[in-house]
């Protein structure tokens, strides 16, 4: 197994992975009792040194129950008949929770006023509206 170019500065070491087949339920016809199809890849994130400590809380918090306590992110790839597709839409899913822990924070918002215009306009559409419904009312004769 080769390893994973996850961004610039962060790259994961092959011996931090371990893959795993095991047998998948779902298609494969006669088949699917006689092939380990599905695909367990394990990501131990103690093996990786270079991980900052901001992108593996986010980890974390992206994984959810698939991370161990112990810090190993386990993800089951079993929706293709082979070993080889299945390998590699885990790998792919591997890589894309990696990316997007990787992703730096969005910039804080400020928050701004509304403008005397932009207030104006909104209590003008307010009268437009009103005065729509208005001519909708019940026409009384006193």
């Given at each position: 197994?080769?390893?994973?170019?996850?961004?610039?500065?962060?790259?994961?070491?092959?011996?931090?992975?371990?893959?795993?087949?095991?047998?998948?339920?779902?298609?494969?016809?006669?088949?699917?009792?006689?092939?380990?199809?599905?695909?367990?890849?394990?990501?131990?994130?103690?093996?990786?040194?270079?991980?900052?400590?901001?992108?593996?809380?986010?980890?974390?918090?992206?994984?959810?129950?698939?991370?161990?306590?112990?810090?190993?992110?386990?993800?089951?790839?079993?929706?293709?008949?082979?070993?080889?597709?299945?390998?590699?839409?885990?790998?792919?899913?591997?890589?894309?929770?990696?990316?997007?822990?990787?992703?730096?924070p969005p910039p804080v918002r400020r928050p701004?006023?509304?403008?005397?215009?932009?207030?104006?306009?909104?209590?003008?559409?307010?009268?437009?509206?009103?005065?729509?419904?208005?001519?909708?009312?019940?026409?009384?004769?006193?």
């Open positions: 197994m080769e390893p994973l170019q996850v961004s610039r500065r962060l790259t994961i070491p092959a011996d931090a992975m371990e893959e795993s087949f095991i047998a998948a339920s779902g298609p494969g016809g006669q088949n699917v009792n006689k092939v380990a199809t599905a695909v367990q890849l394990r990501l131990d994130t103690a093996r990786v040194p270079e991980m900052p400590e901001r992108v593996l809380a986010r980890l974390r918090e992206l994984a959810g129950r698939r991370m161990t306590e112990d810090g190993v992110l386990i993800l089951t790839s079993r929706e293709h008949r082979t070993q080889d597709r299945n390998r590699e839409a885990a790998r792919a899913r591997l890589l894309a929770l990696l990316q997007e822990a990787a992703a730096p701004t006023r509304p403008t005397r215009a932009s207030k104006e306009r909104r209590l003008t559409a307010k009268g437009v509206r009103s005065g729509v419904k208005q001519g909708r009312a019940r026409v009384r004769d006193d």
